[in-house]
Every structure is written in structure tokens, then in C-alpha cells.
């Protein structure tokens, strides 16, 4: 029973770091924890390999 409780404290854990890097990158750090929830490793890949949002020029 502890092993499911580190795998979901590991996993909490991705999230809010992907939701760091995704703020990093000018993207909703909302919208990607909630992704990293659902998707785990995957949007940590996603996350590192898309290119910055790009800030509009006034």
C-alpha cells in the first residue's frame, strides 16, 4: 500500500513542476498541471520540447 502512495506523491510532484516549466515558457501553468495530472511523463516531454510562447510586440 505505501508504493501507491509514493507513486501518487511522485506523480503530484511532475505536475507542479511541469506547471513551473510551463509558466517558465510563457504557457497556463494551470492548464498544464491539470495535463501533467492526466498525462504524467508525457507532458514533461511535451513541456521541454515546444518552444517559448512567443510575447506580442507593442
Known amino acids: 500500500m505505501?508504493?501507491?502512495?509514493e507513486f501518487f506523491?511522485?506523480?503530484g510532484t511532475?505536475?507542479?513542476?511541469?506547471a513551473g516549466l510551463a509558466q517558465a515558457?510563457?504557457?497556463?501553468?494551470?492548464g498544464?498541471?491539470?495535463a501533467s495530472l492526466l498525462l504524467g511523463p508525457l507532458?514533461?516531454?511535451l513541456v521541454v520540447v515546444?518552444?517559448?510562447v512567443a510575447k506580442a510586440q507593442p
Not at 505505501?2 to 502512495?5: H, L
Not at 511532475?14 to 511541469?18: A, D, P
Open 25 to 30: 515558457k510563457g504557457r497556463s501553468g494551470l
Open 14 to 18: 511532475l505536475s507542479l513542476i511541469n
Open 43 to 45: 507532458a514533461t516531454l
Open 50 to 52: 515546444l518552444d517559448p
Open 9 to 11: 506523491v511522485g506523480w
Open 32 to 34: 498544464w498541471w491539470l
Open 2 to 5: 505505501q508504493a501507491s502512495s
